[in-house]
């Protein structure tokens, strides 16, 4: 519970085992930074589940790239808008345009990560479909890490 409240005291569990103070590091997690995690990475579950039934639905008449494009495509603008309200607290119109402009930023990194590892994969030869799901998901979980620091940094101190 500590973690997810940001009260988790990292100095003190620290000096009990032995080790020095982090001198750069803060003593405690940046309040509210644990619960938007959780709550980003609720967000990032559902929407990687849809984008992979998007994808795996679409694959087969489109082709690995162009499935790609449209499931990441559809998911991205849930999901901003899906982190906008639930992960960072944000309600109403305003800079909403915004937030969606730089969910379409995160978006083209998440498409530039996939779409590589899908290349980097078929250059190899011809993957199974279940080779192909696992790339896909590992190549959104490092989107999904960029994503979030785009996201916080855009619509988190703005807020504050």
């Known amino acids: 519970l500590a973690l997810v409240t940001g009260a988790l005291p990292l100095a003190t569990l620290r000096a009990q085992w032995g080790r020095a103070p982090l001198a750069a590091a803060p003593a405690r997690v940046p309040a509210g930074l644990p619960a938007q995690l959780a709550r980003f990475a609720l967000v990032g579950v ?10 795996v639905a679409t694959r087969g ?7 790609n494009l449209l499931a990441l495509l559809v998911t991205a603008v849930g999901n ?7 992960t960072f607290g944000i309600t109403g119109r305003r800079a909403a345009g915004r937030h969606h402009l730089q ?4 978006f083209a990194l998440g498409l530039a990560l996939t ?6 994969l078929h250059a190899v030869g011809t993957p199974s479909r279940p080779v192909e799901l ?12 960029l994503r979030f620091l ?7 101190h703005r807020r504050a």
């Open 115 to 120: 779409s590589g590892a899908l290349a980097a």
């Open 46 to 55: 559902v929407s990687t589940v849809a984008y992979l039934v998007l994808f």
């Open 80 to 86: 901003t808008a899906a982190n906008r309200r639930l």
């Open 150 to 156: 785009l996201l916080r940094l855009a619509m988190h």
């Open 61 to 67: 008449m489109l082709g690995a790239q162009p499935a």
């Open 134 to 145: 696992a790339v896909l998901v590992v190549a959104n979980l490092a989107a999904t890490a």
């Open 103 to 106: 969910g379409l930023l995160a």
